[in-house]
C-alpha cells in the first residue's frame, strides 16, 4: 500500500532546502523528517516539470492568462458600442 502524501508545506520545505540551501538528500529528509528515498523522489518529480508547466500551474487558478493563451481579440469599442443603451 503506498504511503500517504506528504503535506505541501512539508514538499515545499524539501524544495526549499534542495534549491536554496544547496543541502543534500540525507540533511533534509533528517531536517523534514521524512524517509532519504521520499525526499529523492519528491525532487526527481520536480525535475521532470518544466518552467512552462510550473507557471501554468502555479497561476492557472489566480486567472493568469499566459502570453500564448487563445482568448481572442475584442476591439473594445465595438464591445463598448454594444454595450450602450439604445
Known amino acids: ?3 500517504e502524501r506528504l ?11 534542495r534549491h536554496a540551501c544547496g543541502a543534500s538528500v540525507r540533511t533534509i529528509a533528517q531536517s523534514v ?3 532519504r ?10 525535475a521532470e516539470i518544466d518552467d512552462a508547466e510550473q507557471e501554468r500551474q502555479v497561476f492557472m487558478h489566480a486567472g493568469f492568462n499566459p502570453a500564448d493563451s487563445t482568448v481572442a481579440d475584442v476591439p473594445m469599442n ?9
Open 78 to 86: 465595438a464591445l463598448h458600442h454594444e454595450s450602450a443603451p439604445a
Open 7 to 17: 503535506p505541501m508545506r512539508k514538499v515545499r520545505e524539501v524544495l526549499r532546502l
Open 37 to 46: 528515498t521520499t525526499v529523492a523522489e519528491y525532487l526527481r518529480r520536480s
Open 33 to 35: 523528517g521524512v524517509g
Open 1 to 3: 500500500m503506498p504511503d
